[in-house]
Nanobody, 121 residues
Framework: VQLQAFGGGLVQAGGSLRLSCDTS??????VGWFRQAPGKEREFVAS????????SYSESVKGRFTIWRDNRDNTVYLQMISLKPEDTAVYYC?????????????????WGQGTQVTVSS
């Protein structure tokens, strides 16, 4: 496993969480976050290129979630604010070794284990 995701938990609606993705065991051109809710397909949340010059967000999280990378330790974060019950899902970080940022999970070769985010109403 090249990636490891951390930081999930239980939070009330309107609250915040920050997820972390340890990318130190791989080399990636793009890192993204995806999520999968029970009974639903995995969906794109956010992605960024390694330099941080380009970012992409799903419409459902735009303005509430922010993806960024800490240059000191190669951790990629997903800051989530104004959380809603519909944000409840298992969140995965994923890495793409080459190519532009993408929104399809088929474009990512490496995946971390998921971390559960539960937002109560």
């Amino acid at each position: 496993v090249q990636l490891q995701a951390f930081g999930g938990g239980l939070v009330q609606a309107g609250g915040s969480l920050r997820l972390s993705c340890d990318t130190s065991r791989g080399i990636f051109a793009v890192v993204g976050w995806f999520r999968q809710a029970p009974g639903k397909e995995r969906e794109f949340v956010a992605s960024m290129d390694w330099r941080g010059s380009k970012r992409s967000y799903s419409e459902s999280v735009k303005g509430r979630f922010t993806i960024w990378r800490d240059n000191r330790d190669n951790t990629v974060y997903l800051q989530m604010i104004s959380l809603k019950p519909e944000d409840t899902a298992v969140y995965y970080c994923a890495g793409r070794r080459r190519g532009p940022i993408g929104t399809s999970d088929r474009e990512y070769e490496d995946w971390g284990q998921g971390t559960q985010v539960t937002v109560s109403s």
